[in-house]
C-alpha cells in the first residue's frame, strides 16, 4: 500500500506515487523560506481557504472545525517554528493537518488550490507588507527631513552640477527638493500595493476549479481589496512584481544620491557637515580617519537593487507557464532590496537631525568659485538694459580674469568688470559698486530668489505646509491600509469561532 502512514506524512511528491525516485536536494523551487515570518502568508491563505470551502459546504464543516481548531493550536506554538520543523514549506499546513488529523481530515483542505496560487498568495501578502513597511519609513524620513529643512532654510551654500560651483542655494533648499523625491517615491509605492492587494486565490495553477469555490470571500478574509478577475493572468503574469521591484529600486537609487551628497558635504576639502561616530568606522592603520562607512552600505546597495531588478526582468522573459521555479530568484532579489531599503530609510532619519552644519563654512564657499556669477550678468541686464547674452559674455570675460589673476569673486572691482566689458563690446558699462556688491553676495543672491518654489528662506518657509499637509495625507493613507488589514484578520478570526464553536 502506498498511502503513507499519517503521522509519518511527508508531502505528495513521495517516491512510489508518479516519480519513483527522491527528489534531487536543493531542486525544491521553495527552500529559500528559511525566514519563519515568511511562512505566515501559506497560514493565512490555509485559514481563510478552510473558512470559504466550510461556508460553502464544499467539505465536512466539522472536518473544517478539527482543521481550523489545530491551526489555532500551531499559532500557540509558533506558526513558522512549527511549520519549518513540520517541512513542506507552503504545504506545511496540509502535511501538518495529515499528521495530526489522518488525511481523512486533513488531506480535504487543498481542495481547488494548487501550488500556484499558494505561491501567488505568498508573493502578494509579503509585498504589500513590505510596501506598508517601506511606505510608512519613508513618511518618517520626509517627517525628519522638513524638520531640519526649515531649521536650514538660511544656510546658504554652493549648488553643484558637473561637480562646479553653479550657483548659491541652501541646505533647507536641497533637503526639500527630498522630500519631492519621497513624495513621488510614495506615490509609486501606492499604485504597486493597489496593484498587488488583489487576490490571486482560487485560481489554482490557470483555470481555478469545477467546484464552486467563493474567491471573493477568501479574498475579504485575507485583506486582498479586490480580486483577479483572470484566473491564468493571477498565476502567470508576475509583471505586478516588477512594478513592485522598480518602485524599491528608485528608492534605493535616491538613498544613494543622497548618501553622496553628504559623503562630499563630510569630506575634508568641503567641510560642510560632520557625521555622527556611530555611522562612520576607521582605519586599522591610519587612526586619524573618520570613514563614513554606513553611506557606504547605502551606495553600495543600489548596486544589488539594480541587479535584483534586472534579473527580475530576465526571470520573466520566457514564455507565460515556463517561469515557475525561475521566480525564486526574483523573489530573493525583491525581499533582500526591500529590507535594505527600510533598514537605509530608517539610518537617513536618524542621521539628519543629528548631522551637525557648519553653517560659516557653507557661507564662506558659497561665493568662493563664481556661482554667483549669474546674479553679475543680471545686475547688467537690471541696472545697464543690457540684453542677457551680452551681459553673459561680459561676465564670463570677468571670471576668466579673476582666474587668470587670482582674484576672488570678493575683491573684484567695477574697473574689473568695465575692463571686461571693453574687451567684449568696446565700451564700459559702469555698474556702480554697491549693485556690484549686492551682485556678488550668495546670501543676497539666495533671497532674491522668491519665485514659486524658489530657495529663498521666504518662499520656502510659504511652501512647508503644503509639504506637511501632502505627508499628513500620506500617513493617514499607511495607517488606513494597515487597519483594513487588521480588520480582515478579526474578521477572519470571528468566521473560525463560528465554525469552531
Not at 511606505?135 to 526649515?150: Q, S
Not at 526639500?176 to 501606492?190: G, N, P, S, T
Not at 554697491?434 to 530657495?455: H, I, K
Amino acid at each position: 500500500m502506498r498511502k503513507q502512514p499519517h503521522g509519518e506524512y511527508q508531502g505528495y511528491r513521495t517516491p512510489g506515487i508518479r516519480l519513483m525516485e527522491p527528489l534531487l536536494p536543493g531542486v525544491s523551487a521553495f527552500t529559500d523560506d528559511t525566514d519563519p515570518s515568511a511562512l505566515y502568508p501559506y497560514h493565512l491563505f490555509d485559514k481563510a481557504h478552510l473558512v470559504m470551502l466550510a461556508e460553502e459546504d464544499l467539505i465536512p464543516r466539522q472536518d473544517a472545525a478539527a482543521m481550523l481548531k489545530a491551526l489555532r493550536e500551531m499559532e500557540a506554538q509558533g506558526v513558522g517554528e512549527v511549520r519549518q520543523q513540520v517541512g513542506g514549506t507552503m504545504h506545511s499546513g496540509e502535511q501538518y493537518l495529515i499528521r495530526l488529523l489522518g488525511e481523512e481530515v486533513g488531506g480535504r483542505m487543498h481542495l481547488g488550490r494548487s501550488s500556484g496560487d499558494l505561491r501567488a498568495v505568498w508573493r502578494r501578502c509579503r509585498e504589500r507588507d513590505c510596501l506598508i513597511d517601506m511606505m510608512g519609513e519613508m513618511n518618517g524620513l520626509r517627517a525628519a527631513l522638513l524638520e531640519v529643512a526649515e531649521k536650514n532654510l538660511d544656510a546658504v551654500m554652493p549648488g553643484y552640477t558637473h561637480s562646479q560651483h553653479a550657483q548659491p542655494t541652501t541646505l533647507g533648499h536641497q533637503f526639500l527638493a527630498w522630500v519631492c523625491v519621497l513624495e513621488r517615491c510614495f506615490q509609486r509605492a501606492d499604485v504597486a500595493y493597489r496593484r498587488v492587494n488583489e487576490s490571486p486565490a482560487g485560481a489554482a495553477i490557470m483555470t481555478g476549479s469545477d467546484f464552486p469555490l467563493n474567491r471573493h470571500r477568501t479574498a475579504e478574509l485575507m485583506g486582498f481589496d479586490g480580486v483577479l478577475r483572470n484566473t491564468y493572468d493571477a498565476i502567470l503574469n508576475e509583471d505586478v512584481a516588477l512594478d513592485t521591484f522598480h518602485a524599491v529600486a528608485l528608492v534605493h537609487l535616491s538613498l544613494s544620491r543622497w548618501a553622496s551628497d553628504i559623503n562630499f558635504w563630510f569630506t575634508s576639502e568641503a567641510g560642510y557637515i560632520d557625521v555622527p561616530d556611530r555611522f562612520c568606522g576607521t582605519s586599522s592603520i591610519m587612526m586619524q580617519k573618520k570613514n563614513p562607512d554606513s553611506l557606504e552600505y547605502v551606495r553600495g546597495a543600489v548596486a544589488e537593487s539594480m541587479g535584483g531588478l534586472m534579473t527580475a526582468f530576465a526571470v520573466q522573459k520566457a514564455a507565460s507557464g515556463d517561469p515557475t521555479m525561475d521566480l525564486r530568484y526574483m523573489d530573493r532579489a525583491l525581499f533582500n532590496s526591500f529590507e535594505m531599503a527600510i533598514r537605509h530609510l530608517r539610518w537617513f532619519t536618524e542621521l539628519l537631525p543629528e548631522m551637525e552644519v557648519k553653517r560659516e563654512r557653507m557661507r564662506e564657499m558659497a561665493g568662493a568659485h563664481w556661482a554667483q556669477a549669474t546674479d553679475v550678468a543680471g545686475a547688467l541686464v537690471r541696472e545697464k538694459g543690457l540684453p542677457w547674452r551680452t551681459a553673459h559674455q561680459i561676465v564670463g570675460i570677468l571670471v576668466r580674469y579673476s582666474s587668470e589673476r587670482n582674484i576672488r569673486p570678493q575683491e573684484v572691482t567695477p574697473a574689473l568688470l568695465d575692463e571686461a566689458a571693453v574687451e567684449y563690446m568696446g565700451e564700459p558699462v559702469g555698474l556702480g559698486d554697491e549693485a556690484l556688491r549686492r551682485a556678488l553676495d550668495p546670501v543676497e543672491f539666495v533671497n532674491r530668489r522668491t519665485l514659486y518654489g524658489g530657495p529663498s528662506p521666504e518662499e520656502c518657509l510659504r511652501r512647508l505646509p503644503e509639504y506637511r499637509a501632502q505627508l499628513e495625507q500620506d500617513e493617514a493613507l499607511v495607517e488606513e491600509k494597515s487597519k483594513r488589514l487588521s480588520q480582515a484578520a478579526d474578521k477572519l478570526e470571528r468566521a473560525i469561532d463560528a465554525l469552531v464553536d
